[in-house]
């Protein structure tokens, strides 16, 4: 009988002393889980072995995420300050503390800035702007507490605009000085902060800002932009248009690399090629190009190269920018 109950405790130190060698799941939430870029990056964070508070609105949508392993819906719409509230003490209460949080959730409009009705612009930013700061001011001190990671997913819609993404593109411009903003005052809490840029990729947000504007009572035919909207592609393709070859994968691969590497990117240019990214990069530099044309203080050639030059020798995972005073 001795022997039993010493074999038994020997077996029970054993389980209890691989428990705790056992490496617990970091925790991520992430917004907009229900479909597009956000379902798939559950599903991935999911697969690796993360546990994931995925938020969504919609019961249908709770119900299958809930199915999926590692996964804990959450009722969630990043407008409504009562239902983030209650999700911070949903988290709170599983006791697995927040590792990642994951802005995601978004909406598109689509409409030539000065036909578009101010309530169309207080939806698409109430979404796109307010939800990330809503959800982020939320569960800072979770993810500070972890010194964990903070990912947005934004837009090159946010460096460069094209007519009638005024709406869109003012979002996620914003979202740019999110970033940069937040990354700097949670840098002395040990928490990185990033931004995902993609171009265009197959999803259903052309064809719902289509049917939105559609809905909305839009008048195509009196718009003073009719020739534009006929010539175009989006009345033709019902908002699918022409799309890049992007997928929402890459997003979830860029997400994973923000949260396991030692010193993530804090942007992810997603581009389905070099030509679609030096587009991008072009665009940028034509902003700071005419920055520095004909203006009071100029940078000549070779001190625009000389400046170049410097941040390309620069560690550019860290913020390499530093005021100077002189």
């Not at 990642?100 to 309530?119: C, D, F, K, M, R």
Request: aromatic residues 8%.
């Amino acid at each position: 009988m001795r022997t039993i109950i010493i074999c038994l405790l020997i077996l029970t130190c054993s389980v209890v002393s691989a428990y705790a060698q056992e490496p617990t799941k970091k925790a991520v939430l992430v917004t907009g889980a229900s479909s597009g870029s956000g379902n798939v990056i559950t599903k991935a964070l999911a697969a690796k072995g993360y546990y994931v508070f995925a938020g969504a609105r919609k019961q249908k949508d709770l119900d299958a995420l809930n199915a999926i392993e590692n996964v804990h819906a959450i009722k969630l719409d990043v407008t409504i300050q009562s239902q983030i509230d209650a999700a911070v003490i949903e988290v709170t209460k599983t006791g697995l503390g927040l590792y990642g949080l994951v802005n995601n959730a978004g909406v598109g409009i689509q409409s030539p800035l000065i036909e578009t009705a101010e309530s169309e612009l207080k939806f698409i930013f109430d979404v796109n702007v307010y939800g990330p700061y809503r959800i982020t001011k939320a569960f800072a001190p979770l993810i500070i507490e972890s010194q964990g990671r903070i990912s947005t997913v934004g837009s090159v819609s946010g460096i460069n605009s094209a007519p009638f993404y005024g709406p869109y593109s003012m979002t996620k411009h914003a979202m740019e000085a999110f970033n940069d903003s937040l990354a700097w005052e949670m840098e002395k809490f040990g928490v990185k902060v990033s931004i995902i840029e993609p171009g265009g990729f197959n999803s259903k947000i052309g064809p719902k800002v289509y049917q939105r504007l559609k809905n909305s009572g839009y008048d195509f035919d009196n718009s003073r932009y009719k020739t534009e909207w006929e010539t175009g592609s989006f009345l033709r393709d019902k908002g699918k248009g022409v799309v890049e070859n992007n997928t929402p994968e890459e997003i979830a691969n860029a997400v994973v690399d923000i949260l396991e590497s030692d010193s993530p990117k804090p942007r992810y240019l997603i581009q389905e090629s070099k030509k679609y990214t030096t587009w991008t990069i072009q665009q940028a530099m034509l902003e700071m190009l005419q920055l520095n044309h004909d203006q009071a203080h100029t940078l000549t050639r070779d001190e625009l190269i000389k400046l170049l030059d410097e941040f390309l020798a620069k560690d550019l995972s860290e913020n390499p920018f530093q005021w100077d005073d002189e």
